[in-house]
């Protein structure tokens, strides 16, 4: 379970896993918390002096040392477990350190100011904040927030923004009184703007920074300032507020990866499509939908393995920010790969294979990195420069086009990839070393007659350039059957497969031979004689 970053909301970025555990902040009890005194004696089941083992026969004081090593997802869900430990785990002096870890600010606690409980305020103030870092991808808070331009959004949610420095909305025009109410701001401290106007009038034009530092400088401290608006919203109903925090829990991958798939500026936009699609087999009727209404985003997103992973919330343990900046640094990589490539003296089939393999060998190497953490794009380049070392060595065993499609079927193969280990590039040389001694058996002078002999369907699987596919292995057909007995020799290197493979090739050459001699005869027996 990662912890929560202590610098700070600006880098609150590390994941909480579980996107029901992250739902359930937005249904912690709004009740009144009872603040836990250490003094006080408890007739809980905790306290119960029954000398037995386990958490609930800890005291209050052992109990809350523990809970000051958990993140606040750990609290929460050990506070779900019963109502005992619900009631230690909503101590206030927890929450009042989870507040100020998560957004740098600390709560008055246990003080006559302190009107709102820590852990209500935690729980609102989240809510507000996981909303408000990703407000460019939230159509439905945009729309909260622009509806009154120039005017400021509901009281509602301009509380909310008293608490933000820097807001993406232009110039308000405010009331007089509504700064005062909602900042908190006496005209004392804007009285010049009131006196420059010419026309006696109740509302100024204010930028938002400046009513922010306004605010910062009356309340004296960005903590006083939180507690000013969250005084303010002890009476207010959030069910609009946990209804868009649920909504964006549910949407926030699919939201986030439209976002950067298609919002980029102009000339990036382009060159992310060429380099998501570069060699890529795609459907050209949805691709031509791309940054449409009707566009199939699941669909794009299925065309590669990390954004599949980013989909399901499986990057950087779900925190949706840090995982699609991995994403982001994945197709920055892809990009310099494919310009590498590029400037090869490569054929077109050989540029497009070590591109793919590349990225396959790039994407099981990091694969568990990726689900952690975020992955910087040196990182991506760097295991990228390993695996097409690897990849080349690989093509340059294969020793051509064919081969190299059928020996990525190969486990060995996939795990030289990974490993880079030379015992697995030995696996794969001996797979392709015993296909060249059937190759060689069967181009034999003393064998020439079975080439002649043989079918063609049957003769070139036994030459070295024949690609033998998985799907020619199943079946009772003369080709399946020995298919499977060269499958079997090429992967196990059993002397006892090869000797099968010469046995049933001569028989069918016998058989063949057979049939021709037969063949030839009754053309003679019923041949008529010549005058």
Request: glycine share 4%; charged share 25%.
């Amino acid at each position: 379970m990662a912890k929560v970053g202590r610098a700070g909301m600006a880098d609150h970025d590390t994941a909480w896993v579980g996107e029901g555990l992250l739902e359930q902040f937005s249904r912690m009890s709004t009740a009144p918390d009872e603040d836990w005194k250490g003094t006080e004696e408890s007739s809980s089941p905790l306290n119960a002096d029954s000398g037995g083992v386990g958490l609930l026969y800890l005291s209050d004081e052992v109990l809350l040392c523990i809970l000051e090593f958990l993140d606040p997802v750990s609290v929460l869900r050990l506070g779900s477990t019963c109502s005992a430990l619900f009631r230690v785990c909503s101590c206030g002096s927890l929450w009042v350190r989870h507040f100020q870890d998560s957004f740098g600010v600390v709560l008055p606690n246990g003080t006559a100011r302190s009107t709102v409980l820590a852990k209500t305020a935690f729980r609102l103030v989240f809510m507000w904040r996981t909303l408000f870092r990703n407000i460019h991808c939230n159509r439905s808070l945009q729309e909260k927030l622009f509806a009154e331009v120039p005017f400021p959004p509901r009281v509602y949610w301009s509380q909310w923004l008293v608490l933000e420095e820097c807001v993406p909305l232009p110039s308000a025009l405010v009331l007089c009184s509504d700064v005062e109410k909602l900042w908190g701001i006496p005209r004392e401290l804007f009285r010049e703007k009131l006196e420059d106007k010419s026309e006696e009038c109740e509302t100024l034009k204010f930028e938002w920074r400046e009513l922010y530092k306004l605010a910062l400088s009356h309340h004296g401290s960005a903590a006083m300032v939180f507690q000013h608006v969250l005084t303010q919203h002890q009476d207010s109903d959030h069910s609009e507020l946990e209804s868009m925090y649920h909504q964006y829990m549910q949407c926030r991958f699919q939201w986030l990866f439209t976002y950067w798939l298609f919002r980029q500026p102009a000339p990036f936009n382009r060159q992310l499509r060429a380099i998501f699609l570069q060699w890529r087999k795609h459907s050209k009727k949805k691709v031509a939908m791309w940054g449409e209404t009707l566009c199939d985003v699941r669909y794009l997103a299925s065309l590669h393995p990390i954004t599949t992973d980013y989909w399901r919330g499986h990057l950087a343990r779900g925190d949706e920010n840090v995982g699609i900046h991995t994403v982001e640094n994945y197709f920055s990589m892809c990009k310099s790969l494919v310009a590498w490539i590029l400037g090869r003296d490569w054929g077109k089939l050989k540029r497009r294979k070590v591109y793919e393999d590349t990225l396959e060998g790039v994407y099981m190497l990091l694969k568990r990195e990726m689900q952690e953490t975020l992955v910087e794009h040196e990182r991506f380049w760097q295991a990228a420069k390993v695996q097409m070392n690897r990849v080349c060595e690989l093509e340059e065993t294969a020793t051509n086009y064919v081969n190299w499609k059928m020996i990525e079927t190969l486990p060995y193969y996939k795990l030289y990839l990974v490993s880079g280990s030379a015992i697995y590039l030995e696996h794969v040389k001996g797979f392709l070393r015993r296909k060249r001694m059937v190759h060689n058996w069967i181009f034999l002078e003393e064998n020439a007659w079975l080439r002649q002999l043989l079918p063609d369907e049957l003769y070139t699987l036994l030459e070295y350039d024949t690609k033998i596919s998985q799907d020619t292995l199943h079946g009772g057909s003369l080709c399946a059957q020995l298919s499977r007995l060269i499958w079997l020799y090429l992967h196990s290197g059993q002397q006892l497969y090869l000797e099968t493979v010469k046995s049933m090739v001569l028989q069918c050459a016998h058989a063949h031979l057979s049939y021709l001699t037969a063949s030839t005869l009754s053309q003679s027996v019923f041949e008529p004689p010549v005058a």
